[in-house]
């Protein structure tokens, strides 16, 4: 009887420098409870079946993938085609290592994600750093190859803390920091009720022309800022800061004043704009405000956060 490995990758939020993190800027992230594992087995018929199970317990997707369509090249739209970025992913790990999937030995492979993998923790990330491990490739080129991005969703899969990570000549550097906000009971996460497509907010933010060194700068020690902040005042200043700054670049309402204008308390967007979920710094406990308004996903700080 063959054994089974696997692997386990967190899921992810960022706390500061959506897009300006492409362009260096020090950014504070935070691998969450949830995540997403991927057990490997090996079996005799040389073809790779694939399972991958919500949160729910129920199969989302399952296919069987056989030697040839690793190596032939269809040009299919990936973007809508979830066998063909499959496909994609693990020959981009066998260009990387020739050695993976190299022998006539077959896989059963089965996926199973701890979170609605509609809330934007991280689906993607999760999956390229477990075939990374499993494939025995670095991570950050497999992102690379496939969906690319910043590369701190990466960072935050293996992470047992926040951590600070920045591209420095081209290189991610991830470094692991105390950030243990002593008013963390009164910090939320609500999900907007939509995913968002990080790639096409990038897109939006490439296409803005101006200078970001000052921005960058000024996101920078917001940053710093974050992780030694002491109170929640000052910790809701700096986040009213941060979308001010976000806002001019990408030339978007921030979302307190577009759908949450009336609250008490400070909410802040976490990576692309327009979905997925916010930070909530607030006094009192805001669940009841944010079900008035129809948003019924509100995660604790605590729940959320590794």
Request: glycine residues 6%.
């Amino acid at each position: 009887m063959h054994k089974a490995t696997t692997y386990r990758s967190n899921g992810k939020l960022l706390l500061t420098a959506e897009y300006v993190v492409l362009d260096g800027a020090k950014a504070l992230a935070l691998p969450t409870t949830f995540g997403q594992n991927l057990t490997v087995k090996e079996t005799t018929n040389n073809t790779i079946s694939w399972q991958s199970i919500n949160e729910l317990g129920n199969t989302w997707f399952e296919t069987v993938i056989s030697v040839e369509e690793l190596t032939n090249t269809l040009n299919i739209d990936i973007e809508k085609d979830v066998k063909q970025r499959l496909i994609q992913i693990l020959k981009s790990a066998k260009t990387l290592n020739p050695e993976f999937l190299n022998s006539s030995t077959g896989y059963a492979i089965e996926t199973h994600a701890d979170f609605n993998t509609s809330w934007g923790l991280g689906t993607s990330s999760t999956l390229i750093n477990n075939i990374a491990e499993w494939a025995v490739v670095n991570p950050y080129q497999l992102l690379k190859l496939t969906f690319g991005g910043s590369g701190y969703d990466i960072a935050c899969a293996s992470a047992k803390s926040a951590i600070t990570y920045q591209i420095e000549s081209n290189n991610p550097i991830a470094n692991a920091v105390d950030f243990n906000p002593s008013f963390k009971n009164q910090l939320y996460f609500v999900y907007l009720n939509q995913k968002q497509n990080s790639r096409k907010g990038i897109a939006q933010y490439k296409a803005y022309k101006g200078d970001l060194s000052k921005t960058i700068d000024n996101v920078n020690g917001i940053t710093d800022a974050f992780i030694t902040c002491e109170t929640l005042e000052e910790f809701q200043s700096l986040m009213r800061q941060h979308e001010r700054l976000i806002s001019n670049i990408i030339k978007l309402e921030p979302v307190k004043s577009k759908l949450f204008n009336d609250f008490n308390g400070a909410i802040k967007s976490l990576g692309a704009w327009g979905g997925d979920f916010v930070l909530v710094a607030s006094d009192s406990d805001p669940t009841a405000y944010f079900k008035s308004k129809g948003y019924n996903t509100i995660v604790s700080y605590e729940s959320m956060i590794l």
